[in-house]
T-cell receptor
């Protein structure tokens, strides 16, 4: 089972560049989430989705956008990258609203 | 906003000693989850607590949910080097929203 797959694993961006972090899950989960984790901190919710075609903002959505055209995919778009977006990004999915979350391996992003 | 405070931030123990991390919320939680993240890894689900006063055990790990559903603890008996990592609690305040709030984690190091 692949579970939750994130690509790329590492990326260095220059200030002002854009990129898309990919996330796909093969467990047919309705709920998907994007988190960022800064050094020594917990996970902050960026965006989440309760099903295909439905997305909503989390705690720290500024500078990011998402889409959910299929159940499997939940890409995160960074426009005009800034140094403050240097972080590790995790995608997660859950089958129900109150259940364990399955996390991807993470994307380590550096903006210079 | 809703916050989950986790203490201590770091804990260094000798192998064989016990370890406890605490999670506190100022408002009542619907449920609480615990995750473990190994260095360089992604969060992995350990357990979910739902009921007031609930206690669950997994081998050397004991999880408790307070009577008021505002606090929780994870206790590890006789730590081993395989226990190293960061332990996060994640509190859910509203089951309809499905958005968990993560604590900042307790990082455990174990000296052999």
């Amino acid at each position: 089972n692949a579970g939750v797959t994130q690509t790329p694993k590492f990326r260095i961006l220059k200030i002002g560049q854009s990129m898309t972090l990919q996330c796909t899950q093969d467990m047919n989960h309705n709920y998907m989430y994007w988190y960022r984790q800064d050094p020594g901190m917990g996970l902050k919710l960026i965006y989440y989705s309760v099903g295909a075609g439905i997305t909503d903002k989390g705690e720290v959505p500024n500078g990011y956008n998402v889409s959910r055209s299929t159940t499997e995919d939940f890409p995160l778009r960074l426009e005009l990258a800034a140094p403050s977006q240097t972080s590790v990004y995790f995608c997660a999915s859950t089958p129900r609203v109150v259940s364990e979350a399955f996390f991807g391996q993470g994307t380590r992003l550096t903006v210079v | 906003g809703q916050q989950v405070m986790q203490i201590p931030q770091y804990q260094h123990v000798q192998e064989g000693e016990d370890f406890t991390t605490y999670c506190n919320s100022s408002t009542t939680l619907s449920n609480i989850q615990w995750y473990k993240q190994r260095p360089g890894g992604h969060p992995v689900f350990l357990i979910q607590l739902v009921k007031s006063g609930e206690v669950k055990k997994q081998k050397r790990l004991t999880f408790q949910f307070g009577e008021a559903k505002k606090n929780s603890s994870l206790h590890i008996t006789a730590t081993q080097t395989t226990d190293v990592g960061t332990y996060f609690c994640a509190g859910l305040y509203n089951t309809n929203a499905g958005k968990s709030t993560f604590g900042d984690g307790t990082t455990l190091t174990v000296k052999p």
